[in-house]
């Protein structure tokens, strides 16, 4: 069983930049990818960022640029940096372990609000 935990969501004026940690229970990042999802109000659940087992990044286009995923195996943490934040960035973030044997997991999420 995979326990992750997001934390450093919050409000920010547009062009500001917020950074969000997801602290794993454990030393998975060879077994599991890696995602940051983010959901909107009315929207479905879409990916913003993952990073493989071998390091590998993907990004939405609509992010591309503009945020920067890592990770710190000595602290089992995976980041998600955000820059120049849009209004449109607004959403519940999630982070995500995926692997297709032994499963897929989600933390709680953590809010960020993109305002003036």
């Known amino acids: 069983q995979v326990q992750l935990v997001e934390s450093g969501g919050g409000l920010v004026q547009p062009g500001g930049s917020l950074r969000l940690s997801c602290a794993a229970s454990?030393?998975?990042?060879?077994?599991?990818?890696m995602g940051w999802y983010r959901q909107a109000p009315g929207n479905q659940r879409e990916l913003v960022a993952r990073i493989s087992t071998s390091g590998t990044t993907n990004y939405a286009d609509s992010v591309r640029g503009r945020f920067t995923i890592s990770r710190d195996t000595a602290k089992n943490t995976v980041y998600l940096q955000m820059n120049s934040l849009k209004p449109e960035d607004t959403a519940v973030y999630y982070c995500?372990?995926?692997?297709?044997?032994?499963?897929?997991?989600w933390g709680q999420g953590t809010q960020v609000t993109v305002s003036s």
């Open positions: 995500n372990a995926f692997d297709l044997r032994r499963g897929n997991y």
């Open positions: 454990g030393s998975i990042f060879s077994f599991y990818v």
